[in-house]
């Protein structure tokens, strides 16, 4: 019930209906009072019913008139009677379709509940699956956070090792550098010891060449000499170029290899070994070259002929 109402409400308000000359109906009522449930207004409605033959009657006792006729009184009385039988059979029927309104009414409050019942059950369920994913959301979300979290130290290890390798790469480029400038000053050096080395073989070819009518011993040893000092420095030429090819193309290695900077780094100190032993290898054959020019310088002296061979060899010109 909206608000309750009591069965006196319900009586005045039949009567209030019936006053108006209107047959009193569950809705009618309803309707009148603006309130009540129709389980409610049809219960406190057949009390009225019921009580309606006794109120006529208490009502006809009030309405009788002890000085009418007999006659008179009795055709009251049965016009009264009949009233009464044609009121309740009215009433009866009434009531019947009454009922079975208030049936149909039970019938479709019925089905609502089952429907509403169905509805609950459904909407039962599916706070369920919404639980469950609220759960799974909140443990996605929590594992979520984590990986997040896991990234983060990954991309501030990742900072860390990205600036370590390009200070570890700083490092490298100027040890490059510092080895290019190493390389260029031997090269230099080679060079200039190498011009040395021209100048020290034309110096011994001009002085051969200058000598080549005292003796002609002394012309095949130059010139077996001269051939010598000619393949150590076509050697050390070879040498010295293949080391350039060497580093050169580990110079173009050490930019596109910057992950092995281990490696690269021995490899160059290896190699710069090699060219050190190469230098000292130049160094030897040019101080053999040398020593070997001058045991020369020291025979032709030490073997001037006599100016007797000296006419010899002239006659034999």
């Known amino acids: 019930m909206a608000r309750g109402i009591t069965e006196i409400d319900v009586h005045t308000a039949a009567d209030a209906l019936v006053a108006a000359g209107e047959r009193p109906t569950v809705e009618r009522i309803r309707a009148h009072l603006g309130t009540g449930s129709p389980n409610t207004v049809t219960r406190w409605l057949e009390t009225w019913w019921q009580g309606l033959g006794q109120r006529l009657d208490g009502h006809q006792a009030r309405l009788a008139v002890p000085e009418a006729p007999e006659a008179v009184a009795r055709a009251a009385g049965q016009w009264w ?3 009464l039988e044609a009121a309740k059979a ?41 639980s469950t994913a609220k759960r799974l959301a909140e443990a996605q979300s929590t594992e979520l956070a984590r ?54 073989i034309r110096a011994v070819e001009d002085r051969a060449n200058a000598e080549v009518d005292r003796t002609r011993q002394e012309v095949k040893e130059l010139k ?50 090699q060219l050190q032993e190469v230098s000292d290898a130049v160094e030897a054959a040019i101080r053999r070259a040398r020593a070997s020019s001058g045991s020369a310088a020291g025979r032709k002296k030490t073997f001037s002929p006599s100016p007797k061979k000296r006419s010899k060899i002239a006659g034999s010109k």
């Open 90 to 130: 009215s009433l009866e029927e009434e009531l019947s379709v009454e009922r079975a309104a208030l049936q149909a009414d039970r019938d479709a409050l019925l089905k609502d509940r089952e429907a509403l019942d169905a509805e609950a059950t459904t909407l039962r369920s599916e706070n369920e699956t919404a």
């Open 81 to 83: 009677g009949l009233a």
């Open 147 to 200: 990986l997040v979290s896991r990234l983060e130290a990954q991309i501030e290890e990742t900072t860390l090792q990205r600036d370590a390798a390009i200070a570890r790469e700083a490092e490298i480029v100027a040890s490059r550098q510092a080895l290019e400038q190493r390389f260029q000053a031997l090269q230099k050096s080679a060079d200039a010891e190498r011009e040395g080395f021209l100048q020290h």
């Open 224 to 273: 077996i000499q001269q051939i010598e000092l000619v393949k150590a420095h076509t050697a050390a030429d070879k040498a010295m170029q293949l080391l350039l090819d060497q580093a050169k193309a580990e110079s173009k290695d050490a930019q596109q290899e910057l992950s092995l900077q281990r490696t690269r780094t021995e490899a160059a100190e290896s190699r710069l070994g």
